[in-house]
T-cell receptor, first 112, second 115 residues
């Protein structure tokens, strides 16, 4: 089925470890996004991309990095995991304004 | 900075009751408006959207929302809720005037429907 695929679904990291959250979409969407969701806080934008080779910071980018080498893939990198990064991470994509986002199923990350 | 407010954090209703969830945003320009729903353990799904035309928008599963520009509001309604509507509901606004198509989300409203 077409959509946004995120891996892994769950992960436990130790403080200081690094990891990459994978996100891929097969809808040829130019716009891709990473959000984190914390209880009672809604979704906060981490990074976004408007096309291959173009990325920009969102509201809460510290501690994260992204790349967009292809239209399909938009990985999120955590270099030195901290407990404050314990959250649920959602990747989303969009064709254009007014269409809304298609979300992936999320990655639940715990940093201990 | 532009913001989206959902003042009801948790709403508890009995089945067949009517629902109205509030959403307000802080911007006087052109916006696109969305409501998303997140069922327990699942990702966000689009309920409905507004970007122009009739300010009363109908979405899936019997939901509707009304855009009132003068009040900067986009409230979600359903005449008769069901137990299966138990979920978290997010209002989102596209404030972007440039090339990026970013959504700003409200903090969400948890709806619990009692059988």
């Amino acid at each position: 089925n077409a959509g946004v695929t995120q891996t892994p679904k769950f992960r436990i990291l130790k403080i200081g470890q690094s990891m990459t959250l994978q996100c891929a979409q097969d809808m040829n969407h130019n716009y891709m996004y990473w959000y984190r969701q914390d209880p009672g806080m809604g979704l906060k934008l981490i990074y976004y991309s408007v096309g291959a080779g173009i990325t920009d910071k969102g509201e809460v980018p510290n501690g994260y990095n992204v790349s967009r080498s292809t239209t399909e893939d938009f990985p999120l990198r955590l270099e030195l995991a901290a407990p404050s990064q314990t959250s649920v991470y959602f990747c989303a994509s969009s064709a254009d304004r007014g269409y809304g986002y298609t979300f992936g199923s999320g990655t639940r990350l715990t940093v201990v | 900075a532009q913001s989206v407010s959902q003042h009801n954090h948790h709403v508890i209703l009995s089945e067949a009751a009517s629902l109205e969830l509030g959403c307000n945003y802080s911007y006087g320009g052109t916006v696109n408006l969305f409501w998303y729903v997140q069922y327990p353990g699942q990702h966000l799904q689009l309920l409905l959207k507004y970007f122009s035309g009739d300010p009363l928008v109908k979405g899936i599963k019997g939901f509707e929302a009304e855009f009132i520009k003068s009040k900067f509001s986009f409230n979600l309604r359903k005449p008769s809720v069901q137990w299966s509507d138990t979920a978290e509901y997010f209002c989102a606004v596209d404030f972007s005037s440039g090339s990026a198509r970013q959504l700003t989300f409200g903090s969400g409203t948890q709806l619990t429907v009692l059988p």
